[in-house]
C-alpha cells in the first residue's frame, strides 16, 4: 500500500466551481500534510500545510485534515482558469522526508 | 528573498556519463533535499542535507550521491547514467524546526535527459 494515495484525475471545471482535492495515507503517526501546485515545466510551489487535524484557510483556498479516516482535502473556492495545475499532496514520512501523492490535474475553464 | 536556484535548467547526457547538478538555497536555509520527478513514478526523496551532513536517504542505488557545502549550497552527482534517470530533478529547501523540514521550498528543477 502506498504511504500516499491521490486520485491523478484529469479534473475539468468551469470557472467559478468549488473544487475539491482529496488524498488517503496510510500512516496514523504523520503530523504534516501540505499541498503543493506545479504548474507545467516548474517546480512545485508551497500552498499551504497543515499540522493534525482540523482546517486552514488562505484566501480562496481551505485545506483540511480528517486522521480518524486519514484523509486530507483541499477546497478551491471560486476556481480560475490561473488555478490550472497539477496539485500534489504530501505529508512528511521521516523526518524532513517528505512523500508525495501521485498530483491531481486540474483544469478550469473560462 | 531570492528563492531556490538550480542550475543547469536542462541537460543531456549520454548513457554511462555522469553528471553533477547544483542547488542554491533560500538564504538562510540550511536544509537541502534532492527529489527525482518522472511521469510512471512521481515525486520521489532521494536525499537531505543539514550542515554538511546528509541527513536522510531515499531508496535509490549508490550512483546517486551528494553534498552540502559550508554555506548550504548543494551538489548532486549521478553516475554510470541510464535511460531510467531521464527525470526532472528538484532541490528544495527548507529552515528545519527540530527534525521537520515540513515547509519546503522547491526550485524550478534541472530537467535531465539521457540518450
Known amino acids: 500500500q502506498k504511504e500516499v494515495e491521490q486520485d491523478p484525475g484529469p479534473l475539468s471545471v468551469p470557472e467559478g466551481a468549488i473544487v475539491s482535492l482529496n488524498c488517503t495515507y496510510s500512516n496514523s503517526a504523520f503530523q504534516y500534510f501540505m499541498w503543493y501546485r506545479q504548474y507545467s515545466r516548474k517546480g512545485p510551489e508551497l500552498l499551504m500545510y497543515?499540522?493534525?487535524?482540523g482546517n486552514k484557510e488562505d484566501g480562496r483556498f481551505t485545506a483540511q485534515v480528517d486522521k480518524s479516516s486519514k484523509y486530507i482535502s483541499l477546497f478551491i473556492r471560486d476556481s480560475q482558469p490561473s488555478d490550472s495545475a497539477t496539485y500534489l499532496c504530501a505529508t512528511e514520512t521521516s523526518g524532513s522526508r517528505l512523500t508525495f501523492g501521485e498530483g491531481t490535474q486540474l483544469t478550469v475553464n473560462p | 528573498k531570492a528563492g531556490v536556484t538550480q542550475t543547469p535548467r536542462y541537460l543531456i547526457k549520454t548513457r554511462g556519463q555522469q553528471v553533477t547538478l547544483s542547488c542554491s538555497p533560500i538564504s538562510g536555509h540550511r536544509s537541502v533535499s534532492w527529489y527525482q520527478q518522472t511521469p510512471g513514478q512521481g515525486l520521489q526523496f532521494l536525499f537531505e542535507?543539514?550542515?554538511?551532513?546528509?541527513?536522510n536517504k531515499g531508496n535509490f542505488p549508490g550512483r546517486f550521491s551528494g553534498r552540502q557545502f559550508s554555506n548550504s549550497r548543494s551538489e548532486m552527482n549521478v553516475s554510470t547514467l541510464e535511460l531510467g534517470d531521464s527525470a526532472l530533478y528538484l532541490c528544495a529547501s527548507s529552515s528545519p524546526k527540530g527534525a521537520s523540514s515540513y515547509e519546503q521550498y522547491f526550485g524550478p528543477g534541472t530537467r535531465l535527459t539521457v540518450t
Open positions: 542535507y543539514f550542515s554538511e551532513t546528509q541527513r
Open positions: 497543515t499540522y493534525s487535524s
